[in-house]
């Protein structure tokens, strides 16, 4: 069974600072996703990594992602308050199949 | 540009009515996924289509029940609502290109 871990759950930074989110997953996988979830809000797709080594930057946001490992990372520059959500990596196994979700980065950035 | 559409973003429904849930997507995917978002617990698969009139359960089946006639529609049923199905349900399509999210239906059952 296919597992999926981020960390942390919280987050609560500075704006300006660095920070990284990690996920884990348990079996090999064919792409993995991270999601972005504003309050009462559906998810909006930030990136789709499919090989390893793989990294996408849009903005202040970064993935990447080391299959061997299998861990994935989103990488926050210089954060600002607007990248206040929740974040979620969800691995699919094999194309076009069932997403397995991590638990949920809630990220608050304070003035 | 991709779109999934649920067809209600707000529904207040009673205990033991029929709830039907809507989702249409315009990409020609064939497959076609319903997930509910409960605080404390995730996003859980409920059901899931591969293709027209295929369904299979995902991990919390009952309760539900779903309908593809249509390539482009996949709808979740409840057949008797109850006030723990109260929860925030999402469909997503997908295929080889990524997966998709609708904008979700915010359920209340009273």
């Known amino acids: 069974e296919l597992k999926v871990e981020q960390n942390p759950l919280f987050l609560s930074m500075q704006e300006g600072k660095n920070y990284t989110i990690y996920c884990n997953y348990s079996?090999?996988?064919?792409?993995l996703y991270w999601y972005r979830q504003d309050p009462g809000k559906s998810l909006e797709s930030l990136f789709v990594l499919l090989s390893n080594g793989a990294v996408k930057q849009e903005g202040r946001l970064m993935a990447s992602l080391d299959t061997k490992a299998r861990l994935s990372t989103l990488h926050i520059t210089a954060a600002v308050h607007d990248l206040s959500a929740t974040y979620f990596c969800a691995v699919e196994e094999t194309s076009g199949s069932r997403l397995t979700f991590g638990e949920g980065t809630q990220l608050t950035v304070n003035p | 540009d991709v779109k999934v559409t649920q067809s209600s973003r707000y529904l207040v429904k009673r205990t033991g009515e029929k709830v039907f849930l809507e989702c249409v997507q315009d990409?020609?995917?064939?497959?076609m996924f319903w997930y509910r978002q409960d605080p404390g617990l995730g996003l859980r698969l409920i059901y899931f289509?591969?293709?027209?009139?295929?369904?299979e359960k995902g991990d919390i089946p009952e309760g539900y029940s779903v309908s593809r006639e249509k390539k482009e529609r996949f709808s979740l049923i409840l057949e008797s609502a109850s006030t723990n199905q109260t929860s925030m349900y999402l469909c997503?399509?997908?295929?080889?290109?990524?997966?998709?999210f609708g904008a979700g239906t915010r359920l209340s059952v009273l």
């Open positions: 997503a399509s997908s295929l080889s290109s990524g997966t998709y």
């Open positions: 289509s591969y293709d027209v009139k295929m369904k």
């Open positions: 990409m020609d995917h064939e497959n």
């Open positions: 079996t090999t996988s064919d792409r």
